[in-house]
Nanobody, 126 residues
């Protein structure tokens, strides 16, 4: 059974850091572009970051650029999202998604990713 699982969410104070992890069972993430998306209550799902499979190129939303870093460890079948200098507006459910994409991942939107995890809650609050 193919499954994507996120972990690492939690409650953190403003200015703090978290590292989200994404792994898969039933298939290897190597060869897949991986995207991190988030959805806050009452808001649309937002593309946060992604990393391509063929050239390792990355994308960051303007709202997280300079604070978040995406990376992958194919040997461990893991993709990470390091989040620093967290702000209350970063509060959301964060989702990991995977897809085989022909172009750099920055060219694709959420609906073009076919495999999704259940999400992990990130709450930034004092």
């Amino acid at each position: 059974q193919v499954q994507i699982v996120e972990s690492g969410g939690g409650l953190v104070q403003p200015g703090g850091s978290l590292r989200l992890s994404c792994t898969a069972s039933g298939f290897t993430l190597d060869g897949y572009a991986i995207g991190w998306f988030r959805q806050a209550p009452g808001k649309e799902r937002e593309r946060v970051s992604c990393i391509s499979s063929h050239d390792g190129s990355t994308y960051y939303a303007d709202s997280v650029k300079g604070r978040f870093t995406i990376s992958r460890d194919n040997a461990k079948n893991m993709v990470y999202l390091r989040m620093n200098s967290l702000k209350p507006e970063d509060t959301a459910v964060y989702y990991c998604a995977a897809e085989r994409l022909a172009l750099q991942c920055k060219n694709y939107r959420a609906y073009e990713f076919g495999s999704w995890g259940q999400g992990t809650q990130v709450t930034v609050s004092s």
